[in-house]
């Protein structure tokens, strides 16, 4: 496997194509598609991209399986002393623990695979006793040397892959994709269990270079079970897999802190080291795990984009059903306002009670309310629309409780729209009055700006009832003057009706455009698997 630029930029394009990715919708298959994420970004940045660059470093085994499968103790007893903490309790693996032969340290003490991990080296008392490990906390990688194990290999004790702790059984995954070599461990009580069988089956499809060690395995069935899981692994197309067999010891038992005889693991280190050793198994052993998983990304590649793809039409249907929520609140708001739906209650009495025993204050003052009253009802049906649409749809989750109706919150903002609806509509009644050209020889006082503002204000908003309203502002100002005056103010009232509506369907909009989920990555991912197609 010599190095291949071209390959290799095509997977490093690739790459940041798999990190662009967002998946932050609660969508059904989307747990699935976060891990395959993951797993992919773990691949390519701690096994791919460093094995095509470097197809001579040492072979990376990772030891793998299930709370006590008995890992720590198969890699102690492999490398000849305790170079991992085995015990009985569990999870006894939390930090991975990697071991190589000392003039192999170089090839990890660096950050050129499992780059996410910190490297920590701890002192050890003496070969039979290590010092009293310290919590190198979180995200780290301690690593061993050990002149046992030959050069070009190096074991690396991983965390349960079913463990209680999440994060541990997280970084398991994680480490597993990083392997040349996958040694998958389990028991004679437990080679059935469903967790390790995962991690068989997709090692399968990974066509990824795998062994399996059936551990502590009682002597009087140890045919038995090594029958019917071979059996198992036939069935599961595994049958051409390594098997070995190790059977149930004093040494594996206890406690597990001791090391199983040399003769027990003879087989599987001879295995290991004929992998590492021999240049055509080496490069056989690298070169069917790397393009193994290089051939999985034709199918798992094409999967990561139907699930951004899925995010996508999920995101378009829940702003399309904000989007349509409010703008037919904005068509039925202005038929309404055609209607003179705004003069009701205290306003259509003080229109009646105008000029006479209403001033034009109190009349701005009523209408003012009304209109406010009118959007906040508007919203409250648009957010209850957006509710129960949304009750089916299980990305709205992501996006926090929809209002049952308009809060107060809300009502204040609409009063704060209104008010400045009222002031800027004042503002240009006083414009208007100030420009009015008084006719010749006439000595009569100018309208008063705020009585020119109430009538205009009902003449808008009040529909046929107000007619009278607009008649008199003719006689004010003059026939053309007025025409003109409403047709400012109408437009006046649409806009801020839109304004209020379309702020609060902004605000709805909010969360869902704050996830930012966009058509792009899909296509991108796609586009790179084809640049990555063409290269291999």
């Not at 109190?362 to 009802?377: G, I, N, W």
Request: hydrophobic residues 45%.
């Amino acid at each position: 496997m010599d190095e291949r630029p071209q390959l290799i930029d095509a997977l490093s394009a690739l790459r940041d194509r798999v990190a662009a990715v967002r998946l932050p919708l609660p969508l059904p298959g989307a747990d699935r598609a976060r891990q395959n994420r993951v797993e992919l970004l773990a691949q390519l940045d701690d096994y791919l991209v460093p094995r095509l660059k470097d197809p001579d470093a040492p072979l990376l085994a990772v030891v793998g399986g299930s709370t006590g499968a008995g890992k720590s103790t198969l890699v102690n007893s492999l490398v000849g002393r305790r170079v991992s903490e085995a015990g009985v309790l569990r999870p006894t693996t939390r930090t991975p623990v990697l071991v190589c032969h000392p003039e192999d340290h170089h090839w990890f003490a660096g950050m050129r695979v499992l780059r996410q991990l910190t490297r920590v080296w701890l002192p050890q008392a003496d070969e039979d006793h290590p010092a009293d490990e310290p919590d190198p906390g979180e995200n780290a990688l301690r690593v061993e040397t050990a002149s046992s194990l030959p050069r070009g290999l190096a074991l690396l004790d991983s965390p349960d892959i079913d463990s209680l702790v999440v994060e541990n059984r997280l970084l398991a995954a994680e480490l597993v994709c990083a392997a040349d070599i996958w040694v998958m461990v389990t028991t004679a009580s437990r080679y059935a269990d469903a967790v390790p069988w995962h991690l068989l089956r997709t090692a399968k499809e990974y066509d990824a270079t795998l062994v399996t060690v059936l551990d502590r395995v009682p002597h009087q069935v140890i045919g038995e079970v090594s029958r019917q899981y071979g059996a198992l692994l036939d069935r599961a197309g595994l049958g051409d897999v390594p098997r070995f067999t190790i059977p149930e010891l004093p040494e594996s038992t206890g406690g597990g802190s001791g090391l199983l005889p040399d003769s027990a693991v003879t087989a599987l280190r001879g295995w290991l080291a004929h992998r590492a050793q021999d240049p055509a198994a080496h490069q056989q052993a690298a070169d069917r795990t790397a393009f193994g998983v290089i051939d999985s990304l034709d199918t798992r590649l094409p999967e990561l984009a139907g699930a951004v793809s899925a995010q996508y039409a999920a995101a378009v249907r829940l702003g399309g059903v904000v989007e349509a929520a409010y703008h037919e609140q904005g068509r039925r708001v202005r038929k309404q306002l055609g209607r003179g739906a705004v003069l009701a209650g205290d306003a259509r009495a003080r229109w009646r009670a105008y000029p006479r025993d209403s001033t034009a204050d109190e009349l701005l003052d009523a209408l003012a309310e009304s209109l406010a009253a009118l959007l906040h009802c508007a919203v409250s049906a648009a957010e209850e629309r957006v509710r129960d649409a949304w009750r089916h749809e299980p990305a709205a989750e992501a996006l926090g409780p929809v209002r049952t109706c308009a809060d107060r919150e809300t009502g204040e903002r609409i009063g704060v729209e209104v008010r400045r609806w009222r002031r800027v509509l004042e503002e240009l009644a006083d414009e208007e009055v100030r420009a009015v050209e008084r006719p010749a020889g006439s000595r009569g006082p100018l309208p008063e700006a705020d009585t020119v503002a109430a009538l205009l204000a009902a003449s808008l908003l009040g529909g046929r009832r107000t007619r009278p309203a607009g008649e008199r502002l003719a006689e004010l100002l003059g026939a053309q003057v007025a025409l003109r005056l409403r047709d400012k103010g109408g437009e006046l009232v649409v806009s801020y009706v839109d304004r209020v509506l379309h702020a609060e369907r902004d605000r709805r909009l909010a969360p869902l455009d704050a996830l930012d989920v966009t058509p792009e990555p899909q296509a991108e991912l796609i586009a790179a698997l084809s640049v990555l197609q063409k290269e291999k």
